[in-house]
């Protein structure tokens, strides 16, 4: 049986396959990663995990196994917390303070200074339940020392750091880090526009489009801790007491309803928001934010600005002139300007990017049950438990269903073009085959068309 620590990662216990591995490896290892290690009377864990380190030098190797770590408990949490790029830390009361900037920006800098006199969450990923628990990954710190270009794996108590509190943990403020080299003396706190800021917390979050209600849910934890604050410092030894207020007890945490629902509708001309998992809405001035899925199962952000914003809201089956009269009522007319021009080019804009289509979007059921993978398929629609007739697809069958599942959400058109590419033909090869077989989709409750 092995002696390595069994880790403590954003929940999920972690094992170290120590099979083969020299003995110089694992007592290093057991050295990093003991701020880490289970204790009894940790939380049951989420998942039981199992990483296996990397051959060679074994500063490399630990490396390596940071890495794997991160990455292995990332993927077992992802749907279930919001991850950010994020070094954290907490107060004697359990209040977390999560520092999120990209790799360099000096999260772990920052955390190294802060933990001296706070509780040491993580330098590498900040997890966050849907009620504003923070769950920790108390991880080694990754150093340079010497110059050397693998950084020493360096555990929390070895630098100094203080322990975790007894106190639950829970969110307290969200900071963007920006460390300048020409900076200040002193570190300031500036409060940010959420809708600046939705770009930086989107591309420090894992697997953003796993969450339920995704940017709802960044808005809403924002909401509940006052805003999303930058801090701007050159020398991290001037962040404590410049985040020292920031420590305060968040408000509950109250994820907003969808902005529209989807509804089913006839295959109509006119104008339709795209497929999308998620949108906020933010005033001064009027925007709205949306997270659009992809061919490949990862997600868009997009900042839908200008008269967009009207045409968006208005887009379910709308026509030129009904969207044309929408945004003169939002906007007002400016002097000189065209408007039902202005409108017209700016929905062909908004087409280009998919957040507008001209055709209603299909989409597999909520209420359909699948099995299978790759070239095979059973779906079976509980629409109608009395009379449950599964449908296999193989072959060509299983290619569009596998795309249109993927996608969360396609027009006919598009969803045509990804087949084609996927099968690497010319689109009106396929045209026929795939619109047929969404018909034939639609009739055994299996996929809808909606505008959503």
Known sequence: MSDLPLINALGCAVGIDDADLPAEHGAEIRRAWTGAASQLGDPLPVAHLTVTPARGPV??????????????????RRGQLWMMHAAGVADDEGRVIAL???????????????ATAYGYVSD????????GTVVPYRKPLSVIVDSKWVKKQCPPEEL????????????????????????????????????DALPELVAQTSYLGDMPAPLRTIAAHAAAVGGVRRVVY????????????????????????????AARVADAPGTYRGAYLDAVPLNDPDRIALLQPELDGGSTFRLVSGIGPALWRTASGASLDEQTAAAAETYGVPEGVDVRVAVASAVDALVEQRVLVTEPTWRIRDDVAVTGEGSRFVALSLADLQHPTPFAME???ATIWDVLFVS?????????????????????????DVRAFLESLEARALAERVAP
């Open 59 to 76: 500063a490399e190797s630990l490396s390596s196994l940071s890495q794997s770590v991160t990455l292995a408990a990332i993927e077992a």
């Open 100 to 114: 999120i900037g990209p790799s360099g920006q000096g999260k772990t800098t920052a955390a190294r200074t802060l």
């Open 124 to 131: 590498e990923t900040v997890g966050i339940e849907a009620d």
């Open 160 to 195: 100094g750091l203080l322990p975790l509190p007894e106190a639950r943990l829970r969110l307290a403020a969200i900071v963007l880090l920006d460390r300048r080299p020409n900076g200040a003396d002193a570190a300031v706190v500036e409060d940010c526009d959420l809708g």
């Open 234 to 261: 050159r020398e991290a030894s001037t962040l404590a007491a410049a985040l020292e207020p920031l420590f305060r007890d968040a408000l509950p945490v109250q994820i907003a309803a969808p902005t529209t629902s």
């Open 395 to 397: 072959g060509s069958a």
């Open 408 to 432: 969360r959400g396609l027009t006919a058109t598009h969803l045509v073009d990804a087949v084609a590419r996927r099968v690497g033909v010319d689109a009106d090869v396929v045209d026929a």
